[in-house]
């Protein structure tokens, strides 16, 4: 079953091929890093226009690199939510065109779910073809010469190493995104049940604003990564919060806090802010607290298998300290189908195809989808 997938909810152009809902053919990223930078966060108005430049040679580029043609494509999957509404609107409306013009059939696709399923994808040296297609300007193209240096559990450039496994069901999810934080019981295919989630700011946003009060770049996850990596993470305690009653929801604002004030003691102390220790000090307690409620919730429900998703996954921190305190399979996604991806989005449009999902021409964007 081959699919194109297509994302355009925040600030990535993305569209990727996808077969048996595993195995990535192509996967296309125009990235707007460099766009939002200067704003230090996403500008909804301007990643709408540039979707729309990007969008079709993206697409056009996927399709190369899988040397796939329309006709060998059995869906078009596409995320309708959640996300900024300007944003989704341009994927949507390009896949209901080309569902349309091509005779295709539609299947929408929720983007924490999509998240989810870059855990089921292979990228390495079986992946069905190796496209040579330059890559113009800020688009970066996956192709077999970039996966040696995409580490993660499915590097398979020797045949000899046995295809990786699926995620076995029940599993226990945690989705660290710039806009979710979240605790899921998978119990099979679009069998979820919602665990804990955030009470404030989601985990990549914490990491965001946190970088911004010491003077680093957006987005800031892997700014902070970096200044954490010269620092101290015990030089200075942060608080991990807990949410009374709630043992498996998360809260990041009193952290968030924590971080200013410490900003503002070093300058009023008349010394340089402590970059690094502070960056290394709130990494230290976004983990503590990641990790924390991962194994609450595995003292709760049945699992077969640990899996995390989403932007903060790519997190080197994050996933050693889990690797370290979970003693079940842990499931990461290589790093390049951390961050957001239309590869994700075809294998989980490729599961729900399969379960029988079709979507009309008259699917509309959901910016607050939940899970
Ligand atoms: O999943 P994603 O690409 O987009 C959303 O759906 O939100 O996640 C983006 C988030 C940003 O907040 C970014 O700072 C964070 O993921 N992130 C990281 C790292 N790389 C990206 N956070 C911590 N460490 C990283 N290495
Ligand atoms: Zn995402």
Same mark, same amino acid.
């Given at each position: 079953?081959?699919?194109?997938?297509?994302?355009?909810?925040?600030?990535?152009?993305?569209?990727?091929?996808?077969?048996? %809902?595993?195995?990535?053919?192509?996967?296309?990223?125009?990235?707007?890093?460099?766009?939002?930078?200067?704003?230090?966060?996403?500008?909804?108005?301007?990643?709408?226009?540039?979707?729309?430049?990007?969008?079709?040679?993206?697409?056009?580029?996927?399709?190369?690199?899988?040397?796939?043609?329309?006709?060998?494509?059995?869906?078009?999957?596409?995320?309708?939510?959640? %996300?900024?509404?300007?944003?989704?609107?341009?994927?949507?409306?390009?896949?209901?065109?080309?569902?349309?013009?091509?005779?295709?059939?539609?299947?929408?696709?929720?983007?924490?779910?999509?998240?989810?399923?870059?855990?089921?994808?292979?990228?390495?040296?079986?992946?069905?073809?190796?496209?040579?297609?330059?890559?113009?300007?800020?688009?970066?193209?996956?192709?077999?010469?970039?996966?040696?240096?995409?580490?993660?559990?499915?590097?398979?450039?020797?045949?000899?190493?046995?295809?990786?496994?699926?995620?076995?069901?029940?599993?226990?999810?945690?989705?660290?995104?710039?806009?979710?934080?979240?605790?899921?019981?998978?119990?099979?295919?679009?069998?979820?049940?919602?665990?804990?989630?955030?009470?404030?700011?989601?985990?990549?946003?914490?990491?965001?604003?946190?970088?911004?009060?010491?003077?680093?770049?957006?987005?800031?996850?892997?700014?902070?990564?970096?200044?954490?990596?010269?620092?101290?993470?015990?030089?200075?305690?942060?608080?991990?919060?807990?949410?009374?009653?709630?043992?498996?929801?998360?809260?990041?604002?009193?952290?968030?806090?924590?971080?200013?004030?410490?900003?503002?003691?070093?300058?009023?102390?008349?010394?340089?802010?402590?970059?690094?220790?502070?960056?290394?000090?709130?990494?230290?307690?976004?983990?503590?607290?990641?990790?924390?409620?991962?194994?609450?919730?595995?003292?709760?429900?049945?699992?077969?298998?640990?899996?995390?998703?989403?932007?903060?996954?790519?997190?080197?921190?994050?996933?050693?300290?889990?690797?370290?305190?979970?003693?079940?399979?842990?499931?990461?996604?290589?790093?390049?189908?951390?961050?957001?991806?239309?590869?994700?989005?075809?294998?989980?449009?490729?599961?729900?195809?399969?379960?029988?999902?079709?979507?009309?021409?008259?699917?509309?964007?959901?910016?607050?989808?939940?899970?």
């Amino acid at each position: 079953m081959l699919v194109l997938g297509i994302e355009t909810s925040c600030d990535e152009t993305a569209a990727a091929v996808v077969d048996d %809902g595993r195995i990535v053919c192509s996967n296309v990223v125009a990235s707007q890093v460099e766009l939002h930078a200067r704003y230090g966060g996403v500008f909804p108005e301007m990643a709408s226009r540039q979707h729309i430049r990007d969008i079709t040679p993206v697409i056009e580029q996927a399709m190369a690199v899988a040397r796939a043609g329309w006709d060998d494509l059995d869906a078009i999957a596409v995320t309708y939510g959640p %996300g900024l509404a300007g944003s989704l609107l341009v994927g949507l409306n390009v896949a209901k065109g080309l569902a349309m013009a091509r005779g295709l059939p539609l299947v929408g696709v929720n983007h924490m779910e999509g998240h989810l399923y870059s855990n089921w994808l292979h990228v390495g040296g079986r992946m069905r073809v190796a496209g040579d297609v330059s890559a113009p300007g800020a688009v970066y193209t996956l192709g077999a010469d970039d996966v040696a240096t995409l580490g993660g559990h499915d590097l398979l450039t020797d045949p000899r190493v046995p295809w990786p496994d699926d995620p076995p069901f029940p599993h226990l999810l945690l989705t660290v995104s710039g806009g979710h934080t979240e605790l899921v019981h998978v119990r099979g295919h679009g069998d979820y049940a919602l665990l804990g989630a955030t009470r404030d700011d989601a985990a990549g946003e914490a990491f965001d604003k946190a970088a911004r009060m010491l003077g680093l770049a957006y987005p800031g996850g892997p700014e902070i990564e970096r200044a954490a990596a010269g620092g101290d993470p015990d030089a200075i305690r942060f608080p991990v919060a807990e949410v009374a009653g709630s043992p498996l929801d998360f809260s990041f604002s009193g952290l968030k806090t924590a971080v200013l004030r410490q900003v503002q003691a070093d300058e009023a102390a008349g010394h340089t802010v402590r970059v690094a220790d502070i960056a290394a000090g709130f990494q230290a307690a976004v983990v503590r607290a990641l990790v924390g409620r991962v194994r609450r919730a595995l003292s709760t429900v049945p699992a077969k298998a640990v899996l995390i998703a989403g932007g903060v996954s790519a997190n080197t921190a994050l996933r050693d300290a889990l690797a370290e305190a979970v003693d079940y399979p842990l499931f990461i996604p290589p790093l390049a189908l951390c961050t957001d991806n239309a590869a994700m989005i075809a294998a989980a449009g490729s599961f729900a195809f399969a379960r029988g999902r079709r979507d009309g021409l008259d699917l509309e964007v959901a910016p607050g989808l939940g899970m």
